[in-house]
């Protein structure tokens, strides 16, 4: 059921669309994003456009993101009424990891896409490439059964870092690819193990990373050269 949400349609005419305009998007693999039911995504995080590129792929693949995102920006005037508006998740701070993801969990339950970045935060490495993930979207793919899907970005590391915005040249291209779900439903009975979430974690973010460097190296030398 498509739900109706006026917030959605501003953001995306406001946010989204500029971004499509502004820069080269470029896509591969969305139909690894299911169509229709719930969904986990999890990304690697290089810059804070991200958000606005993936929730473009993720628009592209004809679903509507539900970002985990920090509770900060929900206070934030005008930003935290959009958050809210679109049913953004919010992540309190010192509060946990269940409280999110019972958050999380009721949007799977609602057929939702439900996106994560399991760094928590933007990469600080120098080569840009994913730091060690959290445990979230695994905890979450085990407590409801639904497999994750990776989603690799590169090319928007140029754009806007914690060091602040960088280049902003029209055309920039930014690659995002869409990788086969990682199933993990055999393995919900370790839950509670902090070993295997460890593991299971690791295992996430090395297919999340062979994506990303597969991106880089396909990557236009002239826009590498450029940051």
């Known amino acids: 059921m498509t739900l109706a949400e006026p917030w959605y349609y501003v953001a995306k ?7 499509r305009a502004w820069f080269s ?4 693999g969305l139909e690894h994003i299911p169509s229709a039911g719930p969904a986990i995504v999890a990304c690697n995080h290089i810059s804070y456009l991200d958000p606005l590129t993936n929730a473009a792929a993720i628009c592209k693949a004809g679903r509507r993101p539900r970002f985990m995102a920090k509770s900060d920006l929900f206070r934030i005037p005008v930003v935290g009424s959009v958050l809210r ?3 953004q998740i919010p992540v309190e701070r010192g509060g946990g990891p269940t409280s999110s993801l ?8 609602e057929g939702q896409v439900v996106v994560i970045y399991p760094e928590g935060t933007v990469t600080t490495r120098p080569d840009h490439l ?6 979230g979207a ?5 407590a409801t059964g639904v ?3 990776p989603l690799a970005s590169w090319g928007s590391q140029g754009v806007w870092q914690k060091s602040g915005r960088g280049s902003l040249k029209l055309g920039r291209p930014v690659s995002m690819r869409a990788g086969p779900a990682i199933d993990l439903s055999d393995r919900r009975s370790a839950v509670g193990n902090v070993e295997a979430l460890r593991a299971m974690t690791d295992e996430m973010m090395t297919v999340v990373t062979t994506m990303v460097e597969e991106l880089r190296a396909a990557y236009p030398r002239r826009w590498s050269d450029d940051g």
């Open 102 to 109: 019972r958050s999380a969990e009721r949007a799977i339950d």
């Open 130 to 135: 994913p730091m060690r993930g959290r445990s």
């Open 138 to 142: 695994v905890r979450l793919s085990l």
């Open 147 to 149: 497999p994750i899907t």
């Open 25 to 28: 998007l470029r896509y591969e």
């Open 85 to 87: 508006g679109v049913r």
């Open 13 to 19: 005419g406001v946010a989204i669309q500029p971004v």
